[in-house]
């Protein structure tokens, strides 16, 4: 209870309706000691005050939830969680999810796991072979941690024999998805 405590009051007090009803709020208790009326009596100043503090309260519960809401969502936390994580390639930062993204046609058609896709060099101009084998590692890594990826077994064609690549698993596909959508809504704005 103290932790939410320690959360909530910085939460409350940071909010615009919160300064506005302790200003409010210090205007009519001046108002009712020095006994003018500024604009109007100081019960009404109070009450003003008093519903913006009730306002920027209401405010740090929404916050709240929606954080708490956002963290229950498989595909948000996995976003979350993939641009978190930043590499360097080709001399500029980029993020595993921007990757992901970047890839992800390939994932979705099955990749080998001993290949790299060829174009993780056209993802990020400048990069070279050994930015992208790392990077390459450190993405699959990441997306099998996450389990956004796994490696299935394929049967060959014409062979007895299988073979094994890596697919997305049905959370990959919605985090492909969810990507695809905020990526979209970005290249429309720019």
């Given at each position: 209870?103290w932790q939410s405590f320690?959360?909530y009051i910085?939460t409350?007090?940071?909010?615009?309706?919160a300064i506005i009803?302790f200003?409010v709020?210090?205007l009519g208790i001046?108002s009712g000691?020095?006994?003018n009326?500024?604009?109007l009596?100081?019960?009404?100043?109070?009450?003003?005050g008093?519903?913006a503090?009730?306002?920027a309260?209401?405010?740090?519960?929404h916050?709240?939830?929606?954080?708490r809401d956002?963290a229950r969502?498989?595909v948000?936390r996995?976003?979350?969680?993939?641009?978190?994580?930043?590499?360097?390639?080709g001399?500029?930062?980029i993020?595993m999810?921007?990757?992901?993204?970047k890839?992800?046609d390939h994932?979705?058609?099955?990749?080998?796991?001993g290949?790299?896709?060829g174009?993780?060099?056209?993802v990020?101009?400048g990069a070279d072979?050994?930015?992208?084998n790392?990077a390459?590692?450190n993405l699959?890594?990441?997306?099998r941690l996450?389990?956004?990826?796994?490696?299935?077994e394929?049967?060959?064609p014409?062979?007895?024999?299988?073979?094994?690549?890596?697919?997305?698993t049905?959370l990959?596909?919605?985090?492909?998805?969810?990507?695809?959508?905020?990526?979209?809504y970005?290249t429309?704005r720019?």
């Amino acid at each position: 209870m103290w932790q939410s405590f320690k959360e909530y009051i910085p939460t409350v007090v940071r909010s615009w309706w919160a300064i506005i009803g302790f200003l409010v709020g210090a205007l009519g208790i001046a108002s009712g000691v020095s006994g003018n009326t500024i604009l109007l009596p100081y019960w009404a100043w109070l009450i003003i005050g008093t519903i913006a503090l009730i306002v920027a309260q209401f405010l740090a519960y929404h916050k709240v939830r929606e954080q708490r809401d956002e963290a229950r969502n498989p595909v948000t936390r996995a976003i979350s969680e993939l641009e978190s994580d930043v590499i360097s390639l080709g001399g500029q930062s980029i993020d595993m999810a921007t990757l992901f993204w970047k890839m992800g046609d390939h994932f979705l058609e099955s990749i080998l796991p001993g290949s790299i896709p060829g174009n993780i060099y056209e993802v990020v101009e400048g990069a070279d072979k050994r930015e992208c084998n790392k990077a390459w590692g450190n993405l699959k890594k990441r997306l099998r941690l996450l389990l956004l990826i796994c490696d299935a077994e394929r049967p060959h064609p014409h062979k007895g024999t299988g073979y094994t690549v890596i697919t997305t698993t049905p959370l990959g596909d919605s985090v492909l998805n969810e990507l695809d959508k905020k990526n979209e809504y970005r290249t429309q704005r720019i």
